[in-house]
């Protein structure tokens, strides 16, 4: 597939010293551990993003059954199985010692023809995007990238020069987007942490004057979330249904396009099953478990998800109580961990409920930085769409650089 007009194309193959993934290790998930070198999983690959969240590691041991698929600093990283298939990025330097497992291809280009950062926005352009889903589509039931695929994958080759100034451009629409990310999370970490000062260490204003009960403050209840709250269990329609080109509505089944808060939308449906309305609370009720977006939009959600609305119009609260309870991927507020949630187990979830009275005081508190935090998502997705619109004029010479 050609973007670049009047440019040498070239097998990829022919230009890269490395392609290739790895495998999980004996013992699966089990031989994780907290801090040693990196094993990155398609989790952590979004389109020009790297995830850090989930990011697991491995023991020296472990690593050195998997030095063939060392990762190093510039390397691509190409999703190449399941849902995620086909999202690309670079990895930071700062994960670094890595290792990929099965799920991620290891893509090193020969510098001195091909350079990484110009290959990772070939790769993640809208139109390389669709040709990469169809590709991997057209093999089975199974989503897959295939070694030889990826090797036989056309790609334009400029001149080092022309390669640098497109990367330049086009980088200084991420290094926008990137800052807009952080403060996103600074602001929804400060939320996080007023929750905690308030509802878990219980230093809520008014507290000195308030008897503990039980555990609880008085006037406060501990309720089941099916009590709190709306909840809607995910289902998956048909997969004929499914398509990328924005027809019907969008359709998530899992975390593959969680954002810092808000969803990406790749997949859309043309049959509305189980609806998320706008500002709904996105769950995941798969591994990995409590991983939690607010939709901005009406979505179709499929099994791996559930749909969470406040029944007393606290959602701003809602969503900060499920964040601080499933405060690791995986694992509950009492410390068990779940490979999968079931229904009446998510029912089943015990919340805190303080009074309105503080809640409402919370909500004063948090309500101007979600507000915040939207316009920030609002910034990030203008600032996508331009670079987006950008990137094929480049590739194809209609806007010279």
Same mark, same amino acid.
């Given at each position: 597939?050609?973007?670049?007009?009047?440019?040498? /194309?070239? #097998?990829?193959?022919?230009?890269?010293?490395?392609?290739? !993934?790895?495998?999980?290790?004996?013992?699966?998930?089990?031989?994780?551990?907290?801090?040693?070198?990196?094993?990155?999983?398609?989790?952590?690959?979004?389109?020009?993003?790297?995830?850090?969240?989930?990011?697991?590691?491995?023991?020296?041991?472990?690593?050195?059954?998997?030095?063939?698929?060392?990762?190093?600093?510039?390397?691509?990283?190409?999703?190449?199985?399941?849902?995620?298939? +086909?999202?690309?990025?670079?990895?930071?330097? !700062?994960?670094?010692?890595?290792?990929?497992?099965?799920?991620?291809?290891?893509?090193?280009?020969? %510098?001195?023809?091909?350079?990484?950062?110009?290959?990772?926005?070939?790769?993640?352009?809208?139109?390389?995007?669709?040709?990469?889903?169809? $590709?991997?589509?057209?093999?089975?039931?199974?989503?897959?990238?295939?070694?030889?695929?990826?090797?036989?994958?056309?790609?334009?080759?400029?001149?080092?020069?022309?390669?640098?100034?497109?990367?330049?451009?086009?980088?200084?629409?991420?290094?926008?987007?990137?800052?807009?990310?952080? $403060?996103?999370?600074?602001?929804?970490? !400060?939320?996080?942490?007023?929750?905690?000062?308030?509802?878990?260490?219980?230093?809520?204003?008014?507290?000195? /004057?308030?008897?503990?009960?039980?555990?609880?403050?008085?006037?406060?209840? $501990?309720?089941?979330?099916?009590?709190?709250?709306?909840?809607?269990?995910?289902?998956?329609?048909?997969?004929?249904?499914?398509?990328?080109?924005?027809?019907?509505?969008?359709? /998530?089944?899992?975390?593959?396009?969680?954002?810092?808060?808000?969803? !990406?939308?790749?997949?859309?449906?043309?049959?509305?099953? #189980?609806? +998320?309305?706008?500002?709904?609370?996105?769950?995941?009720?798969?591994?990995?478990?409590?991983?939690?977006?607010?939709?901005?939009?009406?979505?179709?959600?499929? $099994?791996?998800?559930?749909?969470?609305?406040?029944?007393?119009?606290?959602?701003?609260?809602?969503?900060?109580?499920?964040?601080?309870?499933?405060?690791? %991927?995986?694992?509950?507020?009492?410390?068990?961990?779940?490979?999968?949630?079931?229904?009446?187990?998510?029912?089943?979830?015990?919340?805190?409920?303080?009074?309105?009275?503080?809640?409402?005081?919370?909500?004063?508190?948090?309500?101007?930085?979600?507000?915040?935090?939207?316009?920030?998502?609002?910034?990030?997705?203008?600032? +996508?769409?331009?670079?987006?619109?950008?990137?094929?004029?480049?590739?194809?010479?209609?806007?010279?650089?």
């Amino acid at each position: 597939m050609k973007l670049l007009k009047n440019t040498e /194309h070239v #097998r990829l193959g022919s230009v890269c010293s490395k392609i290739g !993934s790895g495998a999980t290790p004996r013992g699966g998930d089990g031989v994780y551990i907290d801090a040693g070198t990196a094993i990155i999983r398609s989790q952590n690959v979004y389109n020009g993003i790297f995830e850090t969240a989930g990011l697991a590691y491995l023991t020296e041991q472990h690593a050195e059954q998997l030095k063939g698929v060392t990762v190093e600093s510039r390397d691509v990283l190409l999703n190449i199985t399941g849902d995620s298939v +086909a999202r690309c990025c670079q990895v930071p330097d !700062s994960v670094l010692p890595a290792r990929v497992n099965q799920h991620v291809s290891i893509i090193r280009p020969n %510098e001195e023809k091909l350079l990484p950062e110009f290959l990772c926005y070939y790769l993640v352009s809208p139109l390389m995007q669709k040709y990469l889903l169809s $590709r991997a589509g057209s093999g089975g039931t199974r989503k897959a990238l295939t070694k030889g695929m990826i090797k036989d994958f056309e790609v334009p080759k400029p001149s080092i020069i022309i390669q640098q100034k497109i990367v330049d451009t086009l980088s200084a629409y991420d290094n926008l987007i990137e800052n807009n990310r952080r $403060r996103i999370q600074l602001l929804e970490q !400060s939320a996080r942490l007023l929750y905690k000062e308030w509802f878990v260490n219980l230093r809520f204003p008014g507290h000195e /004057h308030t008897n503990i009960i039980d555990g609880v403050p008085e006037g406060w209840e $501990r309720k089941p979330l099916c009590e709190i709250g709306d909840i809607t269990m995910g289902q998956s329609p048909n997969s004929i249904y499914y398509n990328v080109d924005a027809n019907g509505l969008p359709f /998530h089944q899992g975390v593959s396009n969680f954002g810092v808060r808000f969803p !990406s939308h790749e997949t859309y449906c043309t049959v509305q099953g #189980r609806i +998320a309305e706008p500002g709904d609370i996105l769950f995941s009720v798969r591994a990995p478990v409590g991983r939690i977006n607010i939709t901005p939009d009406k979505i179709v959600i499929g $099994r791996g998800l559930a749909a969470i609305r406040s029944s007393c119009s606290q959602q701003n609260f809602l969503f900060y109580a499920l964040k601080s309870f499933f405060f690791k %991927e995986d694992m509950m507020g009492g410390g068990a961990i779940f490979a999968a949630i079931t229904k009446k187990d998510l029912y089943g979830v015990e919340l805190v409920q303080p009074t309105d009275k503080i809640v409402a005081m919370f909500m004063a508190h948090v309500l101007p930085i979600d507000i915040q935090i939207a316009n920030l998502q609002q910034t990030i997705e203008n600032l +996508a769409k331009a670079r987006d619109l950008l990137l094929p004029k480049l590739m194809n010479g209609e806007i010279a650089v």
